[in-house]
């Protein structure tokens, strides 16, 4: 996008952003877990909130943040399966843009890094982690973030979900959507948590 393009509609949607209401954590799956209950943190980047540096954005590349997190014991014991969704809540947009959704994390596995996103079987949707990759705002396992440039920091929410039970095998080969998750979850969550890196874009 021409940058004089891109300037202008930050300055003309300046004020949108903050739609933090309208995040995964916010779905009816997450009626009775309004409080986080699981710590999440970045090996890479440092605990929440933590700002994510050039590589970590479209023009650098666009390295996924390591991420690893724990539970109470009680909690621990009952997850059947772990969920991680990526979200920009201040996009300029009436819902935060999906940046990536993982699902069939199993129980044991409580930290990821940027080569469990590597893909292994993309007829199944399965990456190197073991784990699914779902459907984004765009096309790819992972949307690095860029934010409209002069729009001012952006957050990324990056949402580690406790589930009961498995997620279905077949929807999650299948590269499920956001909104196909959050609908499968209902009544299986037991937990959540998030991290929070931050970045921006200035036209200089």
């Known amino acids: 996008m021409n940058p004089y393009v891109e300037v202008t509609l930050s300055w003309l949607l300046k004020n949108s952003r903050a739609h933090d209401a309208k995040s995964f ?6 009626a009775s877990h309004t409080e986080q209950t699981i710590t ?3 090996p890479d980047c440092g605990a929440s ?7 970590y954005i479209t023009e650098g590349g666009g390295r996924i943040p390591a991420l690893s997190w724990s539970a109470p014991l009680d909690l621990e014991s009952k997850v059947k399966e772990w969920l991680i969704v990526v979200e920009d809540p201040d996009a300029p947009l009436p819902t935060p843009i999906c940046h990536g959704v993982y699902g069939g994390i199993t129980p044991e ?8 996103f590597e893909i292994e079987d993309e007829s199944k949707s399965l990456l190197k982690g073991g784990f699914h990759w779902g459907k984004g705002r765009r096309e790819g396992v992972y949307v690095p973030p860029r934010p409209l440039m002069n729009h001012g920091t952006h957050r990324y929410f990056f949402q580690i979900v406790a589930l009961s039970e498995p997620l279905d095998k077949t929807m999650l080969e299948a590269r499920a ?4 998750v959050a609908e499968a979850i209902q009544g299986k969550v037991l937990g959540w948590g998030m991290w929070v890196g931050s970045c921006e874009r200035k036209w200089t």
């Open 40 to 42: 999440v943190t970045s």
């Open 25 to 30: 954590y916010t779905s009816p799956a997450f």
């Open 49 to 55: 909130p933590a700002t994510l540096g050039p590589e």
């Open 177 to 180: 959507t956001r909104e196909q």
């Open 109 to 116: 596995k409580k930290q990821v890094n940027p080569k469990d």
